[in-house]
């Protein structure tokens, strides 16, 4: 038998996203670098600049500078190698302008001057 995996949302940050949401949130700062603290209840460890000790299901797994970090349909968070996440996982939203891609048929592009949904626009014709 063979199964297709169900088509389900996950909330994804990168790392500097994970850096930025640290420094925001009561982490001690070493070196410009959030070294503790929680994100999503769950405790972020310092291991070095390039690299996150994040615990998961599977236990503490390295989050590396330049892949994703994926929270799970239960709450749960875990790395994923960019490459993999990119052949797994498309977007919800344009990652620019936060729509929907096919809601710009009926809402007219968004007002970035470049989004995915859409490609280039024209500044002085927004389309």
Not at 50 to 77: A, N, Q, S, W
């Amino acid at each position: 038998m063979k199964f297709r995996k169900k088509p389900v949302v996950v909330e994804v940050i990168t790392f500097d996203e994970l850096v930025a949401h640290g420094k925001a949130n009561g982490a001690n700062i070493v070196d410009g670098m959030p070294w503790s603290w929680k994100y999503g209840g769950h405790p972020i460890t310092h291991e070095n600049n390039d690299c996150y000790l994040i615990p998961t299901l599977k236990g503490t797994m390295k989050f590396h500078r330049g892949e994703m970090l994926i929270t799970g349909v239960k709450g749960e968070i875990y790395p994923c190698k960019a490459d993999i996440f990119w052949k797994t996982y498309e977007p919800v939203d344009c990652v620019r302008c936060h729509h929907n891609p096919a809601d710009h048929a009926d809402e007219g592009p968004c007002e970035m001057e470049y989004c995915p949904c859409v490609g280039m626009l024209d500044a002085s014709t927004g389309s």
